[in-house]
């Protein structure tokens, strides 16, 4: 019997995903502003799919915004990192970004 997933609340949009920062743009600031740094994230894990293994090997494209830009320009090229967030269109119009909305290092006391 296969589990089924749990139901989501309509509108929901929330994304968690592992990774280190492959690429950071230089800190920049929102015309509201705030400060934004745009990140790419290499992720790479191994999930099960129809009970089989999959390997995942992505790049993410994504933005931090506000504070969170201050603590990602800390953040070394090779941590190990958590980000929480939500995905929404790419100011282009094509694809999507990953607008993180919190970040913790894997190393960090108090991770589960």
């Known amino acids: 019997m296969t ?3 749990p139901e989501a609340q309509p509108g929901t949009n929330r994304l968690g995903l592992s990774g280190v920062i492959k690429e950071r743009s230089a800190l920049r600031y929102t015309p ?3 400060p934004a740094v745009d990140l790419v994230i290499d992720h790479q894990s191994v999930v099960q799919e129809e009970g089989t ?3 995942v090997t992505m790049d993410c494209k994504a933005v931090c915004i506000g504070t969170l830009a201050i603590k990602a320009q800390q953040l ?3 941590e190990p990192v ?3 967030g939500f995905l929404a269109p ?3 119009g094509r694809g999507v970004v990953f607008h993180i909305t919190s970040l913790k290092r894997l190393n960090e006391p108090g991770t589960d």
């Open 90 to 92: 790419a100011r282009n």
């Open 76 to 78: 070394a090229m090779s």
């Open 3 to 5: 589990s089924a997933a």
């Open 32 to 34: 509201a502003g705030l």
């Open 82 to 84: 958590v980000f929480h």
């Open 53 to 55: 293994p999959r390997k």
